[in-house]
């Protein structure tokens, strides 16, 4: 499976940014999808994932303020991040499969910057 995440950027505290990640290789309508992320001189942490039918699941420090949904017809997984905080700021990376596996799929990371 081939991930491409884009749409990170720079951002003010309190604004948004949409996520996308393309997935090609696979059936994407059957793959668990998700996205972690890494702060400056931090370790990754997973943020969301979206399952095939759609059922999603939230770290609970991103809970009500980013929302993770996919679109089997584009295969695409997107991240909408509202109410950006300081501590959001990172390399955001989308998978396929299960977030711990060494099966599973990376992107190549996109960065998002929130000033304060």
């Known amino acids: 499976v081939q991930l491409q995440a884009s749409g990170g950027g720079l951002v003010q505290a309190g604004g948004s940014l949409r996520l996308s990640c393309v997935a090609s290789?696979?059936?994407?309508?059957?793959?668990?999808m998700g996205w972690s992320r890494q702060a400056p001189g931090k370790q990754r942490e997973w943020v969301a994932r979206i399952s095939s039918d759609a059922s999603t699941t939230y770290a609970d420090s991103v809970k009500g303020r980013f929302t993770i949904s996919r679109d089997n017809a584009k295969n695409t997984v997107y991240l909408a991040m509202n109410s950006l905080k300081s501590e959001d700021t990172g390399v955001y990376y989308c998978y396929s499969g299960y977030y711990s596996s060494p099966t599973s799929s990376w992107g190549q990371g996109t960065l998002v910057t929130v000033s304060s």
């Open positions: 290789g696979s059936i994407f309508s059957s793959d668990r």
